[in-house]
């Protein structure tokens, strides 16, 4: 790929960005590290995180007039939580132009794509879903990394009516940012992301929760070391944002949930008959399998950085 900090003009004129938080602000920080956007235009429910966002030079201007924000965009970026999504979209729909692409940053897909194709009837071929595999336990503004996504996946769920030229433009934004880009259905994205991300977060907040609700919290939370902090770093997160995104794609979590809820009823089942053979099974499994699955990682990312995809 050419070095994207000296070619001769930025590949986007406007971007505006809806929701100018970690994620959103570390694609406009990204985009502006390699002089990839001439302009970028903030919206945001909350005039305090616009304004922030401006100062941290995250967005160039700000509006709370949809009709001007989005007149002559070349992309239009909605990083919000998902819930958000649909309003937002219907919103864009009266001035949405033939030139603009709409893409999202949202954490599941199936119901983005639904909100999209019912939100924006006929233009629905310029919207481009997407999920950018990163973040951190930071929210807003002031949490957004120029560097966040660089070795990161990036899914694109695109579908049948999305125009193929809308779809490379999205992909090419997020490679400029650093991310390796993938391709999956709006369905196999949900399903997997229910296993691998939504149900972590979902044991996380609830270990928490768990502890922080006996009367001996505060004794308990004194003696929480790296292997606590670890577990439940996640729970750091946004509590709007997990909450939209359980409920969005329930029925996966759901299906998860129950697996995982089998489980353990496995495990302690070993527990009260004093099984050790069958708990070392457990434990030596899942520490084989993490290990392959750390070794498969750092081979990905070696590949990565020796231009591999």
Known sequence: MENQATQARP?????????????????????????????????????????????????????????TAVADADLIVIATPVAQTGKILQAIYPYLQARTIVTDAGSTKADVVAAARDSL???????????????????????????????KKVVITSVAESLPAAVGVVAQAWKMCGAIIHYLSPQEHDQVF??????????????????????HADRLFQYAASGFRDFTRIAGSSP?????????????????????????????????????QALELIFRRAQEARLNWITAIEAAEAQSKDGGD
Request: glycine residues 6%; neutral net charge; without cysteine.
């Open 11 to 67: 590949l986007f004129n406007k971007i505006v960005l809806i929701g100018v938080g970690l994620i959103g602000g570390s694609f406009a920080l990204s985009l502006k590290k390699v002089r990839a956007v001439e302009h970028i235009v903030g919206l945001d429910r909350h005039l305090a995180s616009l304004e922030s966002a401006k100062k941290l030079g995250i967005i160039d201007s700000l509006s709370d007039d949809m009709a």
């Open 194 to 215: 229910a296993s691998v991300s939504h149900l972590p977060h979902l044991l996380a907040y609830t270990l928490v929760a768990d502890i922080a609700a006996k009367p």
């Open 240 to 276: 709007e944002m997990w909450r939209d995104i359980s409920l969005a794609n329930r029925e996966a979590l759901l299906q998860e949930l129950d697996s995982y809820t089998e489980q353990l009823s496995k495990l302690r089942q070993s527990l009260v008959i004093g099984d050790a």
């Open 121 to 151: 009837k006929e233009k629905f071929k310029q919207f481009v879903p997407a999920h950018p595999i990163a973040g951190r336990e930071k929210n807003g503004p002031d949490a957004a990394l120029a560097d966040l996504y660089v070795g």
